[in-house]
């Protein structure tokens, strides 16, 4: 695609790498074939090629609007146009841009600057998020079914081993996933205990950055990456092997900080480190010897419906671990139809684009639950919540599904 830059951007790094992408792009349209949002609206501006126009006529000068802002904001950022496309379009980079870019030219209502605001500013905090969600979980019972629905159940996390192992791995511990799902890491940390690694916490981390990034306060979410680098660098001085992500969103992004730092001459060499060294936590046990814990599984072929998200499988490129690591351990994977949609949740996008998610849910559910499976396994604490708060049997992080198979 040929493109041809307006003054204001063409000699900074975004307008570089907006040129690259756009030029990368050749209008295939195989990405419509994918997008989630496309096929429920049936609009070419709510598919990616439409937005990659979008995006190139703000980046040549052209008017932006609210129109511009309304179909960049129903992008799910699922990424499965990526897996898609056979030109390897980096579009996400270049929605980020296109984002960032219309939120400068394009002022929203005050009520919608304020959720965006409160969204920035209570999710990625525990001590806020907690207090508030412990309110909500009280009033649960009182509440009317479609707000009830939305309230996570309270979870108390099992304990965490306490035994040292000479190998050592650090846990992104997490905002959202900290409170919400806190047993999803005491789970992880049980399951490697058995494997000689001890999973180690650095308690100055917190928010990977995702949810500040994708609102288009890219400063901030830079400074949570940077928050995360430094608690995490005197662990890896000390020789930690990896860092151990439960949650995949949050791994899409960290295994991303070496590109949204590389500009950052304090941070981007230790960056580039901390990328490298990210896992998700089936690319470590698959990566382990599991003989010496492989008989003690006890699976007993209990139907599970595994949700992989789009973080997982489109952001991360890992397809068919979890799955291996569940059929190892006895568990028996019903079909899933559709795989590649995302379920709707996609961060905040189910708080921000209800009716959209409300429709990708009822999908995904539908899909899942085809197969008659027992119960509904994820790898992301936002999908986990979000098909628990409509599913009508168990949704658990898979993780916890192994764990339990030990005994």
Excluded at 153 to 158: E, M, N
Excluded at 163 to 176: D, E, F, N, S, Y
Excluded at 232 to 254: N, R
Excluded at 288 to 308: I, R
Aim: charged share 20%.
């Amino acid at each position: 695609m040929q493109t041809k830059l307006a003054d204001f951007i063409k000699d900074t790094p975004q307008g570089r790498e907006a040129d690259a992408i756009l030029r990368s792009c050749v209008h295939c349209g195989f990405c419509t074939a994918t997008c989630p949002t496309y096929q429920l609206l049936g609009d070419e501006l709510d598919g990616p090629r439409g937005r990659i126009y979008l995006i190139k006529q703000l980046v040549e000068g052209h008017p932006v609007s609210d129109k511009t802002q309304r179909h960049l904001d129903r992008c799910l950022t699922c990424r499965a146009c990526e897996t898609t496309c056979p030109s390897g379009v980096k579009y996400s980079r270049l929605l980020d841009i296109g984002r960032a870019l219309t939120e400068k030219n394009v002022s929203r209502g005050l009520l919608e600057r304020i959720n965006r605001s409160l969204l920035r500013s209570i999710v990625p905090q525990p001590k806020i998020f907690k207090p508030l969600l412990r309110i909500g979980q009280l009033l649960r019972g009182v509440m009317p079914s479609a707000v009830r629905n939305k309230i996570p159940k309270r979870r108390i996390a099992k304990p965490w081993p306490d035994k040292p192992h000479p190998r050592t791995m650090i846990v992104l511990q997490g905002c959202a996933q900290s409170v919400a799902t806190p047993n999803t890491n005491a789970a992880a940390a049980r399951v490697l205990d058995r494997l000689g690694i001890s999973l180690i916490t650095a308690p100055q981390a917190g928010c990977c950055g995702a949810v500040s990034h994708h609102l288009s306060a890219h400063e901030q979410g830079l400074d949570y990456m940077r928050n995360n680098i430094d608690a995490w660098w005197p662990h890896i001085q000390a020789g930690a092997e990896a860092i151990a992500i439960t949650a995949s969103g949050c791994g899409a992004v960290v295994k991303e900080y070496a590109q949204l730092l590389a500009h950052d001459p304090r941070y981007a060499e230790k960056a580039q480190r901390i990328s490298e060294l990210t896992k998700d936590i089936s690319e470590v046990l698959a990566a382990q010897d599991l003989s010496s814990v492989q008989a003690e599984y006890t699976g007993d072929q209990q139907k599970v419906a595994f949700h992989s998200p789009c973080t997982l499988q489109h952001g991360q490129k890992i397809t068919g671990v979890v799955e291996s690591l569940l059929q190892r351990a006895g568990f028996q994977l019903t079909a899933v139809p559709n795989a590649h949609l995302c379920c709707g949740s996609a961060g905040t996008y189910s708080i921000l684009q209800p009716e959209i998610a409300k429709q990708l849910l009822r999908n995904k559910l539908r899909a899942l639950q085809s197969g008659q499976p027992d119960v509904i396994a994820t790898a992301n604490v936002g999908c986990q919540l979000h098909l628990e708060s409509q599913s009508g049997i168990p949704v658990k992080h898979w993780i916890e599904l192994l764990e339990e198979s030990l005994g």
